[in-house]
């Protein structure tokens, strides 16, 4: 009895939360509750369109935008290898040229070339040296990632590799102390290799590793063969799986250059070289860099086939 008492109790009691329609001022003391107010009043008689067109529906201003949405995608083209036409995710710029392979198949090309230096070197190499030096890994990227590169040639993978660490050997044989040894090592390979046209950014690398590892310590045999075996070995081995991947995959290792077209606007060799001797910048195949060295080249060609001025006529 008590309980149902209890629940008709709060049946009759008003709830708070709740203004009474007929009621039109709040009780002294409390604060008035705001009046709700519809956001669309409409009359019976009045269609859903005629609604709108009175005030701004929410329906209209939800699918407004909806269906210019729908448009832009509609416009899109179906196929996804045209989006390029569309959407640009190259840096200003720059110009892809031609695919190039996916960066799962870059990186498997250089697990393969790894692993095939390290398994036929660890074949033949003695005991007492490594199977696989640590530049080969630098090496692995320019072959396998940018093929085209002039840094990443047959030429300068091996040339520069072995150069560098017959250039490590050598000071480390000259220099006992290995603080030294080590700038001096990087320095003279960095000149013997642009002297040798082998430039390789691994060869330093692979000239603070005969530094570090120190291999005369094993025997003067063992200094000298370094650079031959793992270095020259691994960079050799590195080299074949690098032409038998871009093999594969449609592309050319060795990069070969295009020949030149005709030249039309009469730009020589010595044009270049007289652009060149007017900067003093070292060129690294940017546009900007390369718009710049080919105006001045023109430029030169220009004066060069200009006429030469006449003489003028003598006094009477």
């Known amino acids: ?10 049946e009759t009691e ?17 604060r008035p509750f705001p009046r709700h107010q519809p956001v669309f009043q409409h009359s019976s008689l009045d269609t859903p369109e005629q609604t709108c067109q009175k005030k701004s529906c929410p329906q209209k201003v939800i699918l407004k935008p909806l269906q210019k ?44 070339g790894i692993l095939t230096s390290m398994l036929v070197t660890g074949c033949v190499t003695p ?15 320019l072959v396998f990632a940018l093929p085209a590169s002039p840094l990443a ?11 560098s660490a017959m250039v490590g050997v050598l000071v480390s044989l000259v220099v006992s102390n290995p603080m030294p040894a080590a700038g ?3 320095g003279l390979a960095i000149l013997v290799m642009s002297l040798t046209r082998t430039l390789h950014p691994p060869g330093g690398a692979a000239a603070l590793t005969s530094v570090l590892m120190h291999p005369s310590s094993a025997g003067l045999g063992a200094a000298f063969l370094f650079p031959i075996v793992p270095v020259g070995l691994n960079s050799v081995l590195l080299v074949g799986v690098g032409v038998a991947f871009h093999h594969l995959t449609g592309h050319t290792y ?23 001797s007017k900067t003093d910048e070292a060129f690294d195949i940017e546009v900007d860099d390369l718009e710049r060295l080919l105006v001045l080249a023109e430029s030169h060609a220009h004066q060069r086939q200009a006429p030469p001025p006449r003489p003028a006529a003598a006094a009477q």
């Open 153 to 163: 040639s047959p030429r300068a993978v091996i040339g520069g590799n072995m150069i």
């Open 14 to 30: 008003p709830n708070p939360f709740i203004r009474p329609p007929s009621s039109t001022s709040a009780p002294r003391g409390e």
């Open 1 to 10: 009895m008590e309980a149902s008492h209890t629940l008709q109790k709060r």
């Open 254 to 276: 060795p990069h070969q250059a295009l020949p030149a077209p005709p030249q039309k606007t009469g730009v020589q060799r010595e044009d270049i070289l007289a652009a060149l």
């Open 69 to 112: 949405t729908l448009q832009l995608l509609s416009a899109l083209p179906a196929d996804l290898s045209s989006m390029k036409k569309h959407v640009s995710f190259l840096p200003s710029g720059m110009t892809l040229i031609r695919p190039k392979p996916s960066p799962v198949l870059i990186g498997l090309g250089g697990v393969c």
């Open 184 to 186: 001096l090592a990087v």
């Open 127 to 141: 005991a007492s040296l490594p199977a696989l030096v640590a530049p080969i890994g630098a090496s692995s990227v």
